[in-house]
């Protein structure tokens, strides 16, 4: 059974660092794309990063513009997971965040419906 459990959410206030870890089991997070998506109150499922690993050291990185340069993703391997390093965090940045494993056709992709497995989520507050 697939299971993505993410955690490190938390209330921050703006312009800290938080960083988000997706641990997986079932399956090999090597083999997947894997992206955080989040959610805020009232608005849809918003497609956050994502990384794709193509074997050896060669992989890629896709993030939303409005976080592009501030927000880092990055896979373990050995761990079997995958963490979103989130810096100078601002009030539009509070939502829940999902980590999400696929194998879509276009690694670029931002649609939700491209990944198969999710986790529950974590809540991420940024306010003063």
């Known amino acids: 059974q697939v299971q993505l459990t993410e955690s490190g959410g938390g209330l921050a206030q703006p312009g800290v660092s938080l960083r988000l870890d997706c641990v997986a089991s079932?399956?090999?997070?090597?083999?997947?794309?894997i992206a955080w998506f989040r959610q805020a109150p009232g608005k849809d499922r918003e497609f956050v990063a994502s990384h794709h690993w193509r074997g050896a050291r060669t992989y890629f990185k896709y993030y939303v513009d409005s976080v592009r340069g501030r927000f880092n993703i990055a896979r373990d391997n050995e761990r079997n997971m995958v963490s979103l390093h989130m810096n100078n965090l601002k009030p539009e940045d509070t939502a829940v965040y999902y980590c999400a494993a696929g194998q879509p056709a276009d690694a670029t992709t931002s649609d939700a419906g491209q990944y198969t497995y999710w986790g529950r989520g974590t809540q991420v507050t940024i306010s003063s």
């Open positions: 079932g399956l090999t997070v090597a083999t997947y794309t």
